[in-house]
């Protein structure tokens, strides 16, 4: 059936996180084609909730490179809300709602003793294996532990389940348990990922307890996501505007004054500008 390749003429797999960002324009074209999509991804839902990462239009095999948590988890649960919100098509919302609330229920199974959505991987590939945020094509790369990217969607995900639980006709207690996780989670993220060195935020608190305190594109996620305070987003949008990040052509994905620094390598993921971070 209809399906969406963020490589064409190369892939045929279809990326979750990717299909949630085009969900997001394409929602204002082709909402018919957003929902069939939405609705594959959660007819191929892992039994305990988990997203894929990606599944074959060709077969429908789906794969999730070993990670229990990265970003299509939560961007699926955003996709549908945004869908919802764009087409108010409330016999939909009541038939994939079962979805959105097993992914969200995951998404706090995930929470490790501090509170915090972590990802275990530990694949010395690095790579997709080890990565888990956006930019997971690096190699000998590892993104693990708990990410401010992966964590900044996770509240936004938990929030929006709380308001679709509600849209859906569900137990108030229901709605009310998913929001109340959003809040604990935001709360989380200000106790152990905040950099007070910075006003910013940490890219990382690894799986093996080392903080990580680069400065890259992905400190907008808490901004895009409104997991965090007013005057801490002006602090990231202010960084992120100035000249090492900013250029005429939009974002960089890091600094350039990053010890990484390779706008060519890696498909410009340490560097390079994204126009989708942009």
């Not at 080890?130 to 401010?148: M, S």
Request: aromatic share 10%.
């Amino acid at each position: 059936g209809p399906s969406f390749t963020n490589e064409p003429g190369v892939s045929s797999n279809v990326v979750g996180r990717d299909v949630a960002w085009f969900v997001y324009g394409n929602d204002h074209f082709m909402p018919d084609f957003s929902r069939e999509i939405l609705d594959a991804f959660a007819r191929l839902q892992y039994p305990d909730g988990k997203i894929a990462e990606y599944y074959s239009a060709l077969d429908g095999r789906v794969d999730d490179y070993g990670l229990n948590i990265n970003d299509d988890t939560p961007l699926f649960v955003l996709a549908v809300n945004h869908h919802f919100r764009a087409t108010g098509n409330v016999e939909w919302l009541r038939r994939i709602y079962p979805a959105v609330a097993r992914a969200a229920r995951y998404i706090v199974a995930q929470l490790d003793g501090r509170g915090l959505v972590s990802c275990s991987a530990r694949d010395p590939r690095g790579n997709v294996w080890a990565i888990a945020g956006w930019r997971n094509v690096i190699p000998n790369y590892t993104l693990n532990g708990a990410v401010t990217e992966i964590n900044a969607e996770c509240v936004a995900a938990l929030r929006a389940a709380g308001h679709l639980a509600t849209d859906a006709g569900r137990d108030e207690a229901e709605a009310a348990g998913f929001r109340d996780a959003a809040v604990r989670l935001r709360g989380a993220m200000d106790a152990h990922l905040r950099n007070h060195d910075n006003g910013l935020y940490y890219l990382n608190i690894d799986a093996d307890g080392h903080t990580h305190t680069d400065v890259t594109g992905d400190q907008i996620f808490p901004v895009m996501f409104r997991a965090c305070d007013e005057e801490t987003g002006f602090a990231i949008i202010s960084r992120l505007n100035s000249p090492d990040f900013w250029t005429a052509a939009g974002l960089r994905t890091a600094s350039r004054h990053d010890p990484l620094y390779d706008p060519s390598a890696n498909v410009g993921l340490i560097g390079g500008v994204w126009p989708g971070l942009t």
